[in-house]
């Protein structure tokens, strides 16, 4: 690896802020003082159509935000995002464009990839599975024995499950066509028998959904699930549909079924919701309008992200924000706690799109990293999240948390006030207690019962959780993501790291076919670890 390279640790302006970080561990910099500050909020909050930001309890002053915004001109992050979204190959280590932002544009402008405007091809899709869910709703197309589709099964994992699922489940109140959804993403064969014992297989759609379709674990599961609707004595094929990427080997082969949707090579898994992955399972739960409002919501952001300069720019002050604490206030973790059960799949999605983006060792140049990039990401929704690892967020190891306020539930409240309040003020008193505990904290004599503050936490709350606001918030966060790693300089949309993993469990594959075929195999030539794991899988026990 070579030595030598733009490192941005090595910016004058990291320095400015590295001794800046020294300079607001001084008490006088406490969040109980910030917090009082006049204007505090209107200072450090921004809004964007039915978004807010509120960053008024971060560790920042004006001075922490001017050297930050100097970072991000550092680091030219206008100009990369622009090429990314304008169709370079910004994926420079798979020689690809990143291109999951026209996959909600509706604009007429051209979006070129090697000469080409992509629009056509995204248009022709979004068509194709308007066409396909007014089909399955109306009736005109059903199971092989003439039964109406009633039961979505998706299989996939990873970026071909998980922002799916988040949206599904952020939108259930939305999800009125009479459809139930099911995942089936673990090659776990617990995920496969408790959605076997959940449908009817006659009124049963599954859609594939794999980029690659070479998945170890979602090529099981296809196959599982199409044994399982054969041996019902169903025609397997004609219950189900296929999305993956142009020219791979699912596409309009024998195993694809009915219809096959394309994903491009040039949308990446972590980042697709809104292109066919999302949109065929989504269009069938919810309707295809709602999927196009939810794009029109991302849509919207991405405009704003590409436009809005520096200090109006949400994602890209987040982005800011979170480098400043994970690499000059030194938090490794981060947080994110929807106070709004719909978002309870938020986290496994972020953590999957910021941890798989941004865990890199390298910068785009191929220089080594002399600064850590990405944190670990994780959450629940509030207030469950309060009674369970809260505890430390107050008294422990500190992590930054994003809050999620949604200012209008989905469903009316009754008028029932359990403590004089409905259960939805209940849940606001507690997201904005929780925000200023954690900044202010609490003097006691007692050690046990000291709180020491200025623990930091952002805001985002939005009017309601509509279809267009669940887009808002996705393409924020992927926005976020790749504004981070423009900052650190890497290559957001590569996953190398999760190969060496998969080589070893295609080596231990081929040693258990050998057994499976052979009674006589054994493992001794083998480590002593591994031998152990795999002699006692086909002892179906442990030791005595
Ligand atoms: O869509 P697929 O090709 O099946 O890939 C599914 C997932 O598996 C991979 O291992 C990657 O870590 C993910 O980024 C990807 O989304």
Known sequence: MAENGFRISKTPVWKKLKEHAEE????????????????????????????????????VTEKTMDLLFELADTADVHR????????????????????HTAARSFSSQSILMDGKNVMGEIDAVRRQIRAFSEKVHNGTLRGSTGKVFRHIVVIGIGGSYLGTEFVANALFAFADKGMELHFLSNVDSHNFETIKTKIDPESTLCIVISKSFTTVETMANAMQMKAYLSSCGLDAMK????????????????????ETFHMFDFIGGRFSVTSAVGGVPLSLYLGYDRFDRFLEGARE???????????ENIPLVSALIGIWNNNFLGYQAQAVIPYASPLSKLAPHIQQLNMESNGKSVTINNYDLDNSSGVIIFGEPGTNAQHSFFQLAHQGHPFPIDFIGVVSPQYPEGRCRPHGVSNHQELWANLISQATALAV?????????????????STILLNDLSPANVGRLLAYYEAQTVYKAFIWDINPFDQFGVELGKTIANDLRKEIVSRNTNDGHNFKHMDEITRFYLERLFAGKLPE
């Open 24 to 59: 607001m561990k001084k008490p006088e910099y406490h969040l109980k003082h910030l917090v009082q500050q006049k204007g505090r909020l209107a200072n450090f909050s921004l809004k964007n159509v039915d978004f807010f930001y509120d960053f008024s309890r971060q560790r």
């Open 80 to 99: 990369k995002y622009r090429a990314m979204a304008e169709g370079q190959k910004v994926n420079v280590t798979e020689n690809r464009a990143a291109l």
């Open 239 to 258: 219950h189900c549909v296929t999305v993956t990427s142009k020219g791979s080997p699912g596409d309009k082969g024998e195993e694809s079924g009915i």
């Open 301 to 311: 952001v991405d405009i704003h992200t590409k436009y809005a300069p520096s200090p």
């Open 441 to 457: 904290g609490k003097d006691a004599e007692e050690k046990t019962r000291f709180f020491q503050g200025n623990r930091p936490s």
